[in-house]
C-alpha cells in the first residue's frame, strides 16, 4: 500500500525530483518506508535516479506506455480506493491461506480413506 502511495504521489507531481525525507514529509511515513518505497520502484525500473542528487528520484520519462497505466491507476485509486485496496492485499490474503492450509491437520475420515 505505501509503494502505491508513493508512486501515485510521484506520478502526481512527475516533474519533481523526490528524497526520501521529501517523500516522508508529504505522506507522513516513516523515512526508513519512504526510502524502501522508493528503492523498490527504482529496481524494478519505474523510478529513475537524479545524477546531481543520488537521494532523488522521479517517474522515469522513459516509461511512457506505462505512464498511462499509472494514471488509469491513478483514477481508480481516487474512484474506489476500498476496491483498490482489497485487490492489493486480497492476494495476499490468499497467499496467507493456502500456507496455513498446508499445515492443517487431515480429518480422520480422509487418513482412513487415503
Known amino acids: 500500500m505505501a509503494e502505491l502511495e ?10 519533481r525530483w523526490w ?4 517523500v516522508n514529509e508529504e505522506l ?4 526508513q518506508s519512504a526510502q524502501d ?4 520502484l527504482h529496481a524494478v525500473k519505474v ?3 537524479s545524477h546531481e542528487d543520488p537521494n532523488g528520484f522521479r517517474i522515469d520519462p522513459a516509461r511512457v506506455g506505462d505512464d498511462a497505466v499509472i494514471g488509469q491507476l491513478a483514477e ?3 474512484l474506489r480506493v476500498s476496491s483498490v485496496i482489497d485487490a492489493i492485499y486480497a492476494s495476499k490474503r490468499d497467499t496467507m491461506r493456502e500456507f ?9 475420515k480422509e487418513e ?3
Open 6 to 15: 508513493v508512486l501515485l504521489l510521484l506520478y502526481r507531481y512527475h516533474d
Open 19 to 22: 528524497t526520501p525525507e521529501a
Open 28 to 31: 507522513r511515513m516513516s523515512l
Open 37 to 40: 518505497c522508493l528503492g523498490h
Open 47 to 49: 523510478l529513475e535516479r
Open 76 to 78: 481508480h485509486f481516487r
Open 100 to 108: 496455513a492450509d498446508a499445515f492443517r491437520l487431515k480429518k480422520k
Open 112 to 114: 482412513d480413506d487415503g
